[in-house]
């Protein structure tokens, strides 16, 4: 579910989107975060902003994404580096070009489809999200206004008087609602609240009562791609629009919408044993990556090679390599088929693949006279799989055992929302491929919990709706929004079900 808050300035809106978004269990979007960090970015690059050819370049490759720490640029969440005067400057600077405005509307779009969001500003409901579900347009009076502002500002010691406050907030309204690129205006299907006299926490109240009594199935925080997943589609569909012959050997991601989807844009899928002869063309690696060896290949037989292996796994393999390198014998936890794995065993001269359920105390015999032991974990491995096997290990082995856990941040931020999911709603509908790893995950813990966990790919999947109950969703990485959205807009306008667990509503 998306809210859209808009209001003119000292309406209130950032502090009751906050407040709202935590009482209601909704990521908060600080868009004005958006444009520090792609200002900071552009800096440390030394890109002038008003050179848009490079700034385009570097946007193209710039991935913004939401995590349970906020946003995350290129992975990595946003923190206290763009909160500087020097960024703030940088900020307002960049804002002024529409070509970068447009960038991150669409960039605030696509996040906006990742989970239950919130976000204010004074063009959310008219520009940024016009079908969001649900629009509050926040006003005061300007006295009221000015008001506010004189407190705020007393409070951090600084002084000023009221009537030059009233007359900035006056003539700051005036530009906002007169400017030409969006307007300050209320949405027409917007919900005026006047916070004129009125608490904070009662408009708090307001605005999450409305949200509870539209929402109609608990969505997981985060949903969608990852970064590595949106990575290495984005990437690939990039190159497969120049016109190129692009070959890659198996599912760049573990989702087949998503695959037949590049094939039909041209993706040639091919064996890798029957590549013999040079082709022309560029070869992709997926973003599980692949062996060393395969990679050579892949490099004697195509013109180019692009690498789409996720940055954190490229992490995961390096670690692995410089462990050994410093002595240790490698242990990894993961499954012996998948590719990720297979990427990684084909890094080492010595390893053990260790798959959750073994019989623990025999890897532990097997692993009797090792020395240093480094036990590092597949990305998409289940946290409690993970410390169940390396709590035995270090309480069983008798040799020296350093435990690194390389479990992806992303797929542990998605376990714990399938338990949350699992404690309130009677079905999880989990969706993704069923050769998914992370997906299935997910399906497990759901059913561990005792409820019901549905592997979905698409809406045909979907049993006969009244059986579902209230309805939780969620889904693995490499599952695209649209495959979400549709399921989504499916079971909302289809079905009488239970709003949030408080009153009924029929569906429409
Ligand atoms: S889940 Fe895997 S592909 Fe996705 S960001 Fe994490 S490590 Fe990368």
Known sequence: MRIAIDGPAGSGKS???????R????????????????????????????DEQAMSEMMNHTYFSLSEQGITLDGVPL?????????????????RYPY????????????SKQGNVIMEGRDIGTVVLPDAELKIFLTASVEERAKRRLMQLSESGQRADFSTILSEIEERD???STRELAPLKPAEDSILLDTTGVTIEEIVEKISALAIKRQRTYLARSVGFCYGVDRAVNEAMKLLKSGKRIFATGEIVHNERVINLLRDMGLEIVNEKDLQERREGVA???????DPKSEKKLREVFDEVIDLTCPIVYNVFSLAVDLQTQGNFVVVFGKKNHPEVVALSGRLREYMIVEPGEDYQTIVNRLSGKGKIAVISQTTMSCDDFSEFSDFLVGNSKEQV????????????RESEARRLAEIADTVIVIGGRNSSNTRKLVDIVGKLGKHALHIQDIRDLPEKSKMGKIGLISGTSTPYEQIQNIL????????????????????
């Not at 979007?29 to 440390?44: P, V």
């Open 79 to 95: 923190g206290e580096e763009i909160r500087t005067r020097e960024v703030s400057m940088l900020s307002s600077d960049i804002a």
């Open 23 to 50: 009482n209601l269990d909704f990521v908060y979007i600080d868009t004005g975060a958006m444009y520090r960090a792609l200002a900071l970015k552009a800096a440390c690059n030394s890109i002038a902003f008003e």
């Open 489 to 508: 807009d499916y079971i909302e306008n289809e079905r009488e079900v239970t709003s949030n667990g408080r009153e009924n509503e029929p569906a429409g």
């Open 174 to 176: 005036r530009n906002d």
């Open 402 to 413: 350093s435990i690194y856990n390389t479990i992806c941040r992303v797929t542990v931020e």
């Open 284 to 290: 992709i690696i997926r973003a599980h990556g692949i």
């Open 100 to 111: 970068v405005r447009a960038y991150l509307t669409e960039q605030q779009r696509n996040l």
């Open 15 to 21: 502090t009751i989107a906050k407040l709202v978004a």
